[in-house]
């Protein structure tokens, strides 16, 4: 068949919305070149995944060399090797009370094996999460989420004994409290679910993210986390920390929750653990795993060879070549500038983030969610030959959220194709 005739519009359900219209040919590092020759500067490391960079060389190689080995062992009837180095590698990362795996595909079926593992050791039926989440599409995942109504609407019946509490965002804080009291209204209206909606000895779990990713970028406070794990040892409550997003070195930590000085009893993992080979995974304690029963849980593929392989590639070079250090110091540096940025130009109302996790937010010029900025500025960034990808309710906020392998001359090329991007958006 003619090049010409591999029509995207024509082959690929519209369903599968699509920034850019580049069809890729090959990438390395931060850049990506497209079928006509083209560079283009990747700053959206396919959502958050390819934190090692694009075809990182020793990525690649572990790839090739498993490949020609064992593809598929399944899980259920033989073990391999690069399953159980993954999983001591992950462990390693990890306080010692996170120190068994439970391997799967995506982010979501993390998701799903996570709360199903909450359920079936406590014996609970419900589950709390946050307005403003992302969890996944799978049902469950998608019952779970609340970052945007597209997502959810039009696919009910959902699965049910989920109850949902705000999501403790100081920016936008409906209190008009200051921020110290505005942690304690949320944490209240949290706490109200127990007086009004729910007994707390039927939840299973509570899960969030430590910063909403696809809700809009926004990075929950200290206090309401630490005060989270107080909650939930009081009422014997699983604590599921989903780090699918913040995880693997994006954060500027290894895993985000370290920041917070907190340790879940639950973790989801899955975007930047293969550096783009479908992996995930939930860890846990073995006390809490042992209450799994053999056979309550798995799937045909997951902890695929290949895939465990190119894991054990990526976190030898997360610790080698420190990505979680090089995560927070350029993640620093963009995060000044672009908070310079923000004093030239009204149009940006906010720039937050963890390490090389930053959301620019938008606004119109009363304050409110400016979508339409934040787009036209990603479509000038493309024609500057940057991609860049948004995230929020109304896709308000721009991710700046670049492979962890970004220099500090790349992140400078990167923030003047983002003010001249920005420039004269209103
Ligand atoms: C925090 C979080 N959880 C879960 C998911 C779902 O992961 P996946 O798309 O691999 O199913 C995502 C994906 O964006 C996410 O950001």
């Known amino acids: 068949m003619a090049h010409h005739e591999l029509d995207p519009a024509t082959l690929i359900p ?3 919305s699509r920034y850019s219209p580049v069809v890729v040919d090959r990438a390395e590092g931060i850049y990506i070149w497209d079928t006509a020759g083209e560079r283009w500067t990747d700053f959206t490391s396919g959502i958050a995944v390819t934190n090692t960079g694009h075809c990182h060389p020793r990525v690649v190689a572990a790839i090739r060399e498993q490949a020609g080995k064992i593809i598929h062992g399944q899980a259920n009837i033989v073990v391999h090797e690069p399953m159980l180095r993954l999983a001591q590698l992950i462990t390693e990362t990890l306080p010692p009370s996170l120190n068994q795996v439970f391997f799967s595909n995506s982010g979501a079926e993390a998701v799903e094996g996570a709360v199903k593992l909450a359920k079936a050791a406590t014996g609970r039926p419900a589950v709390i999460s946050f307005r403003g989440a992302f969890h996944g599409r799978t049902h469950l995942a998608m019952a779970l989420t609340s970052s945007r109504v597209k997502v959810r609407g039009h696919y009910e019946p959902l699965v049910p004994s989920i109850y949902r509490a705000p999501y403790p965002n100081l920016s936008r804080n409906p209190y008009h409290l200051p921020p110290e009291e505005a942690e304690r209204a949320y944490f209240a209206e949290l706490e109200a679910l127990f007086e009004t909606e729910v007994m707390p000895d039927d939840v299973a779990a509570i899960i969030i993210e430590p910063m909403l990713g696809e809700g809009g970028y926004v990075v929950a406070p200290t206090w309401y986390m630490q005060n989270l794990r107080r909650l939930c040892d009081e009422h014997g409550i699983l604590l599921i920390v989903d780090e699918i997003q913040t995880g693997v070195g994006r954060s500027g930590t290894m895993w985000a929750f370290e920041q917070f000085g907190i340790v879940p009893d639950i973790i989801t993992v899955a975007k930047g653990i293969a ?3 479908p992996l ?15 056979g309550a ?7 695929n060879a290949v895939a465990c392989a190119a894991g054990v590639a990526t976190f030898e070079v997360m610790r080698d070549e420190d ?4 995560a927070a110091r350029i993640g620093q540096f963009l995060m000044a500038q672009l908070r ?3 004093q030239e130009f009204p149009v940006i109302g906010e720039v937050r983030g963890m390490g090389l996790m930053i959301g620019v937010e938008f606004v119109t010029p009363d304050g409110q969610p400016n979508g339409a900025a934040a787009q036209e500025v990603i479509r000038r960034a493309q024609e500057r030959r940057t991609l860049l990808i948004s995230a929020g309710p109304s896709d308000q906020v721009i991710r700046v959220i670049p492979p962890l392998i970004v220099t500090q001359q790349q992140a400078e090329e990167f923030l003047d194709v983002f003010a001249e991007s920005v420039k004269g958006v209103s």
Do not use: C, F
């Open 14 to 16: 519209r369903v599968l």
């Open 275 to 277: 550096s783009g080979l």
């Open 280 to 294: 995930s995974a939930v860890v846990a304690s073995r006390d809490l795993m042992d209450r799994w029963a053999p």
């Open 297 to 303: 849980h798995g799937g045909t593929y997951g902890g």
């Open 323 to 326: 990505l979680p250090g090089n």
């Open 340 to 342: 310079e940025m923000q």
